[in-house]
């Protein structure tokens, strides 16, 4: 059993930046393909950037977040910069021991997290 704590959400203005963290406990992470989703009001939960030994972005991120790990601490970060409005959401990490491909597609998710609010003001 892994759980996933999210942390690094909050409030902030357009075109400034913000590191999430995904901790993880139970298992070690290393093992997983490891990403983040999120779920804007109103909107269905959509991907965004998933690590395993490769990185995949949506579109709409690339060049502004990136994902990483440090296997040490058991954490994956995902640092966002030059955020827009709509980048508002909840953020959920998300576990699998699948592929990055399937991850994507938002199927065979092993472990979520609770999500953690990112609020983007204009």
């Known amino acids: 059993q892994v759980q996933l704590v999210e942390s690094g959400g909050g409030l902030v203005q357009a075109g400034d930046s913000l590191r999430l963290s995904c901790a993880a406990s139970?298992?070690?992470?290393?093992?997983?393909?490891v990403g983040w989703f999120r779920q804007a009001p109103g909107k269905e939960r959509e991907f965004v950037a998933a690590?395993?030994?490769?990185?995949r972005y949506t579109d709409s991120v690339k060049g502004r977040f990136t994902i990483s790990r440090d296997n040490a601490k058991n954490t994956v970060y995902l640092q966002m910069n030059s955020l827009k409005p709509e980048d508002t959401a909840v953020y959920y990490c998300?576990?699998?021991?699948?592929?990055?491909?399937?991850?994507?597609?938002?199927?065979?998710?092993?472990?979520w997290g609770k999500g953690t609010l990112v609020t983007v003001s204009s």
């Open positions: 139970g298992r070690t992470l290393s093992s997983y393909a």
């Open positions: 998300a576990a699998t021991t699948r592929s990055i491909a399937t991850m994507m597609s938002g199927s065979g998710i092993d472990y």
């Open positions: 690590i395993s030994w490769m990185t």
